[in-house]
C-alpha cells in the first residue's frame, strides 16, 4: 500500500473523529452533563448548545454540513414540502415554521409561501439567536415576518390560525411526552383546508441501514429512535378527528414527510 495513502486514510479518520467529537461535545455531551445538575428542569433543557450559541449556529449553518448530515438527501425533503405548497391555496393565509432548521429550508418555505400569496409568515422557536440567525436568511421577507419565541409544545397562536405548518426534524430532538405536545399544537392551530408539513427520520428498511442507524440515534440522539416504534407520528396524527394523513419515505425509507391536512367544514 502507498505510503501517501495511508497518510490520506489517516487524516480522513481523524478529521472524521474530531466531527464526531464536537457534535457529541456540544449536542448529547451536554445534555448529560445537565441532567446531573440539580434543580427543576427548564422547558428548553433539552436543547443543544448548537442551536443557543451564536458563535456555533454560524459555524454549522452551512448548507454543504447540513446536507451531508442528512446524507445528501436535504434538498429532497424540502422539496417534497415545497412542491405540495405550490399546489395549496396560501393566499392572504399564514404560513408559520415551527422551530428553526439549519440549511435553506426556512428561505426556500418562505419563498413559495410569500409567491404563492400568504400574508404573513411566522417562525416560531424557543431560542432567540435561533431566531435572529433565521431573519438574517430571510432578507427579502420584510414587513410578512412574524418571530415568535415560544414553546411549540405551548403555542400562543389561536386555533385554527395557519394554512400550513412546516416542522423540519424537530421532534427527534424533544423528550417522548413533549413530542405528542407538539404535534397536538400543530395541529391546532391548523386552518380548515391547512396542512401540516412533517419531516423527520424513519425507521429504515434494509437491516444494514437500520443497524447504523440504531448505533447513531443510541450514541448522538437517543430520544430520536421513538420515532420508529413507541412514538411513530403517522398513527398518532391518524387518531386525530379531521385530519386527512400521508406519508412519503425516502432513501430506503429513512427519512419521511408527513402531510396532514384539516378537512375543510
Ligand atoms: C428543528 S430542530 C433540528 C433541526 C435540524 N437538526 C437542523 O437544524 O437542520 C432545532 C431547532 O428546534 C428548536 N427547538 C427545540 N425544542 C423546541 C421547542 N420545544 N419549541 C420551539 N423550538 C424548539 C431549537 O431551538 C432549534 O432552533
Same mark, same amino acid.
Given at each position: 500500500?502507498?505510503?501517501?495513502? #495511508?497518510?490520506?486514510?489517516? %487524516?480522513?479518520?481523524?478529521? +472524521?473523529?474530531?466531527?464526531?467529537?464536537?457534535?457529541?461535545?456540544?449536542?448529547?455531551?451536554?445534555?448529560?452533563?445537565?441532567?446531573?445538575?440539580?434543580?427543576?428542569?427548564?422547558?428548553?433543557?433539552?436543547?443543544?448548545?448548537?442551536?443557543?450559541?451564536?458563535?456555533?449556529?454560524?459555524?454549522?449553518?452551512?448548507?454543504?454540513?447540513?446536507?451531508?448530515?442528512?446524507? /445528501?438527501?436535504?434538498?429532497?425533503?424540502?422539496?417534497?414540502?415545497?412542491?405540495?405548497?405550490? =399546489?395549496?391555496?396560501?393566499?392572504?393565509?399564514?404560513?408559520?415554521?415551527?422551530? !428553526?432548521?439549519?440549511?435553506?429550508?426556512?428561505?426556500?418555505?418562505?419563498?413559495?409561501?410569500?409567491?404563492?400569496?400568504?400574508? =404573513?409568515?411566522?417562525?416560531?422557536?424557543?431560542?432567540?439567536?435561533?431566531?435572529?440567525?433565521?431573519?438574517?436568511?430571510?432578507?427579502?421577507?420584510?414587513?410578512?415576518?412574524?418571530? =415568535?419565541?415560544?414553546?411549540? %409544545?405551548?403555542?400562543?397562536?389561536?386555533?385554527?390560525? #395557519?394554512?400550513?405548518?412546516?416542522?423540519?426534524?424537530?421532534?427527534?430532538? +424533544?423528550?417522548?411526552?413533549?413530542?405528542?405536545?407538539?404535534?397536538?399544537?400543530? !395541529? =391546532?392551530?391548523?386552518?380548515?383546508?391547512?396542512?401540516?408539513?412533517?419531516?423527520?427520520?424513519?425507521?429504515?428498511?434494509?437491516?444494514?441501514?437500520?443497524?447504523?442507524?440504531?448505533?447513531?440515534?443510541?450514541? /448522538?440522539?437517543?430520544?430520536?429512535?421513538?420515532?420508529?416504534?413507541?412514538?411513530?407520528?403517522?398513527?398518532?396524527?391518524?387518531?386525530?378527528?379531521?385530519?386527512? !394523513?400521508?406519508?412519503?419515505?425516502?432513501?430506503?425509507?429513512?427519512?419521511?414527510?408527513?402531510?396532514?391536512?384539516?378537512?375543510?367544514?
Amino acid at each position: 500500500m502507498p505510503e501517501w495513502f #495511508v497518510h490520506a486514510a489517516w %487524516a480522513v479518520f481523524v478529521l +472524521l473523529a474530531l466531527t464526531a467529537a464536537f457534535f457529541f461535545t456540544f449536542t448529547r455531551g451536554t445534555l448529560i452533563l445537565r441532567g446531573l445538575r440539580p434543580g427543576p428542569k427548564s422547558p428548553g433543557a433539552h436543547i443543544y448548545p448548537i442551536y443557543e450559541d451564536m458563535r456555533l449556529i454560524r459555524l454549522i449553518d452551512w448548507q454543504p454540513i447540513n446536507s451531508a448530515i442528512l446524507l /445528501f438527501q436535504y434538498h429532497r425533503l424540502v422539496a417534497m414540502i415545497t412542491e405540495h405548497l405550490k =399546489r395549496s391555496d396560501l393566499r392572504g393565509g399564514r404560513v408559520l415554521i415551527t422551530s !428553526c432548521a439549519f440549511g435553506n429550508v426556512i428561505p426556500k418555505v418562505a419563498d413559495v409561501a410569500l409567491a404563492g400569496g400568504a400574508a =404573513r409568515l411566522q417562525i416560531s422557536d424557543l431560542v432567540h439567536n435561533e431566531l435572529l440567525n433565521a431573519q438574517r436568511k430571510l432578507g427579502g421577507a420584510g414587513d410578512a415576518l412574524e418571530l =415568535r419565541q415560544e414553546d411549540a %409544545a405551548s403555542m400562543g397562536l389561536p386555533d385554527g390560525s #395557519v394554512a400550513a405548518n412546516v416542522i423540519f426534524f424537530l421532534l427527534h430532538e +424533544l423528550p417522548d411526552p413533549m413530542k405528542l405536545q407538539v404535534l397536538n399544537e400543530a !395541529c =391546532r392551530v391548523l386552518a380548515p383546508g391547512g396542512t401540516l408539513y412533517l419531516a423527520e427520520f424513519h425507521r429504515p428498511e434494509r437491516p444494514l441501514l437500520r443497524a447504523l442507524g440504531w448505533l447513531y440515534f443510541k450514541t /448522538f440522539e437517543p430520544m430520536a429512535l421513538a420515532l420508529w416504534h413507541t412514538h411513530d407520528p403517522l398513527p398518532y396524527l391518524q387518531a386525530m378527528p379531521g385530519l386527512h !394523513c400521508e406519508r412519503r419515505t425516502l432513501f430506503f425509507g429513512n427519512y419521511q414527510v408527513i402531510t396532514a391536512t384539516r378537512v375543510a367544514d
